[in-house]
């Protein structure tokens, strides 16, 4: 199929065909998810970090390669590595910034066609332990500028320090 008429088709439905959103998102500029300046905490050659557009909890964030993989078991152990390193550090960086009292982990590429990321999901103290916040309702992202500000300049801060 041409790819302008991929482009017209909703992320689900690139996924059923084998046709990766997240690859043919970054190819055409925001084609699939649209403008996501208002979403990056952080880029650099091998990962994208982003807050999610519709997200379980008030700072979900997500880590993905900048190379396709399927999921982690088809990457290299040092981008896993890095991954790990980077989601530890949002870990901390989100519990600071939103006061949330613990922060979920969580990969799922189970379609036929996904790229490899990880979910960082957070738990507030009024809200219940367990499970069941892995599929919290998802809600509208809202724009946090002070906040935005600050995730991005602790991780870049850290990004600078870390080893690769
Ligand atoms: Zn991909």
Redesign the pocket.
């Known amino acids: 199929m041409d790819e302008s008429k991929l482009l017209k088709l909703s992320a689900k439905e690139l996924t059923d065909l084998g046709v990766?959103p997240?690859?043919l998102n970054r190819k055409y500029n925001g084609a699939i998810f649209g403008d996501e300046t208002k979403l990056k905490l952080y880029e650099d050659e091998d990962i994208d970090c982003l807050f999610v557009a519709n997200p379980r909890a008030e700072g979900h964030m997500m880590i993905s390669s900048q190379t396709?993989y399927h999921d982690m078991s088809e990457a290299p152990d040092e981008l896993n590595e890095k991954i790990i390193r980077f989601a530890k550090q949002f870990m901390i960086i989100i519990k600071q910034v939103f006061g949330c009292e613990r922060v979920y982990l969580c990969t799922m590429s189970d379609g036929p066609m996904n790229?490899y990321h990880v979910q960082l999901i957070p738990r507030y103290s009024s809200e219940e332990r367990g499970s069941k916040n892995f599929v919290k309702p998802r809600k509208p992202y809202i724009y946090d500028e002070p906040k935005i500000k600050k995730v991005r300049e602790l991780i870049a801060l850290y990004a600078k320090t870390a080893t690769k």
């Open positions: 990766c997240t690859c396709h790229h």
